[in-house]
């Protein structure tokens, strides 16, 4: 394939020498006369390991080429990657000046280009860059459509630097955000040969999906950091500590708990975390992120609270109780502090959890109820059916497959249903309903 990349940086460098290593002609395309020089020289503008060799070897395999005329590349190219820096700007904002100016060319340079050109931004974006910047300037520059005279789309480098070539070749996975199936397919033939699942999505997706990972990589790093001053503190081997921790792949280096929902609860999470963060104060210890946890599970709650009231409706249903489904713990239930917030707005309440019995509860969990709910008899129904009759507003807690085709069969055309339980097939319920933040 006949390919351009703009920018030559860390990601366009290696990129370029990988691509022209596979037998694709390749031009790149800077602003830096100096990193066009020494890539026209065989040499490579960033230190990376195996580069020397593989850019040599590229450059003298005749299939690059290197310019900062923008026509020239796109005449004699059908797809560009676009890998030129976004860094932060002073105000934390990501500065997209280098990507928008060059947008700016490459539309101009459109309109004397013939043939139907694919750019793939590679650059990490803000998501809804791509739609909302970029495609309305080279619409207008180039006077052709996106989508028709040429094709937008965004797929996210994974790349890290010191292994990038080893990570170009095996990246984690591809992710390609585009609109229709022209470029999905030129990019299936580009990399679609990677040892790795090529997924398509949304243009915002794919742009969302590139910080998100950064930004776990970041939280990663930094728990693994926080452990270890505490345990410095307390005189434990945090390498033992984390070492451990990450051995257990059921519950801590898994998809468990992240997965989108409602707020956690329950007696173990919220107490644990305050008795760390009490360690923490006792020792002097700062644990920023660690203490940012429960004021952001508590805004889940006022979320929930809030668009409850949005829905203009006073009389409320809330299907469940427990912090979790299949229990009957009421201990620091997220749930329970929804009651208690929505009997505190006034609302009207009704309440079916199957797995509650205010009669067989005991000891702690009977005494947190007592005491955070006090005349929760009178709100607990038997039955869904009580539930609905007196509610027009639904908050479904539970997540149990039975429990959503019962409540779907149930509904009235006038309930509102907000989803704290991740429902599925949202859209075929014959009521609204609305997740908590989607
Ligand atoms: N460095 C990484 O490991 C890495 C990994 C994944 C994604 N990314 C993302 O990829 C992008 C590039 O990162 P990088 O580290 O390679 O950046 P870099 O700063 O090393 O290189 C950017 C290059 O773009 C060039 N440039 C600027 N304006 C240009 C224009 N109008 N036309 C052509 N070239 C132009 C610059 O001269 C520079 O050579 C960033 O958005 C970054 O967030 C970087």
């Known amino acids: 394939m006949n390919i351009s990349i703009f920018g030559l940086g860390y990601v366009g460098a290696v990129s370029l020498a990988c691509l022209a290593r596979d037998g694709h002609r390749v031009v790149g395309v800077d602003i830096d006369r100096a990193k ?21 070897a590229a450059v003298a395999s005749g299939r690059t080429s290197v310019t900062d005329d923008v026509r020239k ?7 560009s990657l676009i890998c030129v820096g976004t860094p932060s700007s002073a105000n934390g904002s990501q500065d997209q000046s280098a990507v928008l100016r060059l947008a700016e060319e490459m539309g101009r340079a459109l309109r004397q280009v013939k ?3 694919v750019f793939v931004f ?17 619409e207008r520059a180039s006077g052709r459509r996106d989508g028709e005279g040429f094709h937008l789309c965004f797929q996210p480098e994974f790349l890290r630097e010191g292994s990038s070539i080893r990570d170009y070749d095996k990246p984690p996975f591809t992710v390609v955000g585009a609109n229709h199936a022209y470029p999905v397919e030129r990019l299936r033939s580009l990399f679609g040969h990677l040892p790795c699942a090529f ?16 930004n776990f990589h970041a939280l990663k790093i930094t728990f693994a950091n926080e452990t270890a001053r505490l345990c ?10 984390m070492d451990l921790l990450c051995q257990d792949t059921q519950l801590n280096i898994s998809k468990v708990y992240l997965k989108p929902g409602y707020a956690f609860g329950g007696s173990c999470l919220p107490k644990d975390l305050r008795a760390t963060m009490y360690l923490a104060r006792q020792h002097d210890v700062d644990l920023p992120m660690l ?35 299949g229990t009957d713990d009421l201990r620091e239930s997220p749930l329970v502090a929804l009651a208690e917030h929505l009997i505190g707005k006034g609302m009207s309440l009704t309440v079916y959890d199957p797995e509650v019995h205010l009669s067989r509860l005991l000891g702690a969990n009977k005494r947190f109820i007592e005491q955070h709910v006090p005349h929760i008899g009178n709100l607990i129904r038997d039955d869904l059916d009580g539930v609905l009759a007196e509610s027009d507003v639904l908050v479904v807690g539970m997540a149990d497959a039975k429990l959503f ?22 859209a075929q319920w014959r009521c609204s309903v609305e997740g908590l933040c989607w």
């Open 115 to 117: 043939h139907t050109h």
């Open 122 to 138: 590679r650059s990490t974006l803000a998501p809804g860059t791509v739609e909302e910047a970029i495609r309305p300037i080279m």
């Open 232 to 241: 410095d503190a307390l005189g434990v081997d945090p390498f033992a500590v």
């Open 73 to 79: 590349a796109l005449h004699e190219t059908e797809i």
């Open 36 to 56: 066009l020089a020494l890539i026209a020289a065989g040499k490579t503008p960033v230190v990376e390991e195996g580069m020397v060799e593989l850019m040599a």
């Open 405 to 426: 085709d019962k409540l779907r069969a149930l509904v009235r055309e006038d309930h509102v249903v907000i989803d704290l339980a991740n429902i599925p097939d949202r």
């Open 199 to 214: 997924h398509q999505t949304s243009v915002r997706t794919a742009e969302m999906v590139k910080l998100f990972c950064n």
């Open 291 to 325: 203490s940012g946890v429960l004021p952001s599970n508590r805004i889940h709650v006022e979320q929930a609270v809030e668009k409850v009231l949005a829905s203009n409706k006073r009389r409320v249903g809330l299907i469940g109780l427990s912090f979790k489904t």
